[in-house]
DNA sequence: TTTGAAATGTTATAATATTACATTTAGAGC
DNA sequence: GCTCTAAATGTAATATTATAACATTTCAAA
């Protein structure tokens, strides 16, 4: 039986169903990126990437502040965002642009921005990779001379788990 | 020849080439649509719109607030949210998500979230509407079991125009 | 012409993010 | 191990974006 109770689906957003192992890998795999990128992984950045990814929902700045600040008296927000520009920057968290909020992302070696699906419902947020969306992004930008640059996909709505579970 | 100059292709964002008519139209449609729908377009309103319309680049509320106070010296932030709140819900505009930042639409007739390309250069943006990227959307959500509710797509670069004037 | 709902006015404040400058820290080269 | 420097962090202030709460005005239907 799965932690999220008897009949439920899984959470759609954490494949593996057991969401400490899948931080733990992403951490893993952040300090073996960095090593590899030559990039300090410091103890502020490592723990606000913990922070980030204690969760599948996306977490905001001011959110991760005050959690911060309850081991770390003198964070301010500079704390926060300087840590986020980092991770941003390298690709081990993605922001959410329509929700002003920040997740974790567990593919960092490859360079991509994300695109989402987010659970209006339970909050939940997963990264997708469908090359048709891609393609057809691509192809878009290139009929109308455009070169792209960065693309954002935020796709909003309810999940099958929350779909099942509120009749609906 | 264009207003644009010699041989510049000419603005991504405004196919007509002529944006006093685009904006003329523009106007024209969002008052008969509001009368069939029975909203009120008000002088406010309409005005703000008008703002927004002057331009093929995104808006930003303060800006637009900064404008009105011009010619309404009691404009203050709630003034110009909720006209925006009334442009963006009955989709006379849309909000562009990655840069906090409002751009007309011409097809308020017809419910949609818009897909946009952004110039990251001369900072104009252009609505889409390409059905295989929706068809690429809407089949990965349901492969997925989410019920999609809205979708945000952003897509960002540099246009013909300024890769052409650019030298890249 | 009343009257009630919608729109707008007004003040205050919440939420999100950045600037600018001071200080500390970690690691490269000696 | 030291020293120097660049990167990271500390700190204070402030900019930007958005909303809450309540008062007043306006418009059109009854």
Redesign the interface.
């Known amino acids: 039986m799965s932690r999220h109770g008897q009949a439920a ?1 899984p959470s ?1 957003a954490c494949e593996r169903g057991d969401h400490a192992e899948c931080m733990r890998d992403a951490l893993a795999k952040a300090e073996q990126v960095s090593a590899a990128r030559g990039l300090r992984l410091t103890r502020l950045r490592r723990r606000v990437l913990e922070l980030i990814w204690a969760s599948h929902t996306p977490v905001k700045a001011y959110d991760l502040l005050e959690q911060l600040r309850q081991e770390h008296a003198n964070a301010a927000p500079p704390t926060v965002y300087r840590a986020l520009d980092f991770l941003v920057q390298e690709g081990f968290v993605h922001r959410i ?2 929700l002003n909020a920040y997740i974790g992302c567990d593919i960092p070696e490859r360079d991509h921005q994300g695109q989402f ?1 987010i ?2 419902s339970c909050g939940e947020a ?1 990264e ?1 990779s ?1 090359p ?2 891609e ?3 691509l ?3 290139r009929t ?17 788990r929350c ?1 099942q579970s509120q009749s ?1």
């Open positions: 689906p759609f642009e329509s699906l659970c209006e997963a997708l469908n048709e969306i393609a057809a992004l192809e878009t930008a109308l001379g455009f070169r792209l640059e960065s693309s954002l996909v935020e796709l909003k709505g309810r999940c099958a779909r609906a």
